[in-house]
């Protein structure tokens, strides 16, 4: 308990930094909303003119702008790139930042198996990622009220931030893994970046097609569609490969953590 402890106190100053980004993204965000859907279908033409590989990449590829949960789709969007980069920062940190502080010594020279210390540092990081999610639905409800836009999109509002969680889940359990096989914490968070690149980029590649097949599976960011969320449903298939991916990146990382020479990092 002590070592959950220790590491909820650790993360709660770049929590409030990363709430404060998320704050500002949501309220501005959603602030804009009302310009831009008051252009209603002359916008919405005015969008469909931009090439196919534009719209994918800002994510409007199937989404009706003009209406404001088309426009919050989009604004989920970035809130779930935000939120893996987030969470990617929390899997690595968890593993490496004793590196860092240099305080490996201190805390793996414990009367304590490596796995059960691990485990502590991994669920008050995945407390974070919780409570981030839960502010992204907070920040939605509470922008939608103080701009008095009388959308009732509370239960779908829930299910965006329900799938953030799970990407970031994804996202966060392999930054984890890259941080107990990359030889310094530096390269470990390059990986988990990397890896947020180039499921982006399958993304964008799954949106330029009409159906994009075994891409969608490559990409966490394709899981949930707008379509399927703003209809009130999560696909069940991909909550299960979120959690199965998860499950096991964490396993690995568990694997290497206790193999790995902590003398060397």
Known sequence: ???IRRELRAGLKPFL???IGLFVLVFAGIAKSTGLTAGGEGFTAFTESFPR???AVVGMVGVDISTFGGYYAVLAQYAVILTAVYAVYLGNNAVSRESVDKTYEFVFTKPRARSFIL???LLSAGVYLAAFCTLDFLFSIAAIATLKLNEAMTAKIALFAIGAWLIGLVFFSMGAFFATVAKNTERGARYGN???LICFVLGVACDMMENGGALKFLSPFKYFTSRDLLEGRLDWPYVCI?????AAALFAAFRCF??????AV
């Open 17 to 19: 930094f990363w709430g």
């Open 194 to 196: 990397i890896l947020i």
């Open 242 to 246: 979120c959690l199965f991916v998860a």
């Open 119 to 121: 485990l502590r540092k």
């Open 258 to 263: 206790e193999r790995r020479d902590l003398n």
């Open 53 to 55: 590989v534009v719209l």
């Open 1 to 3: 308990m002590n070592i």
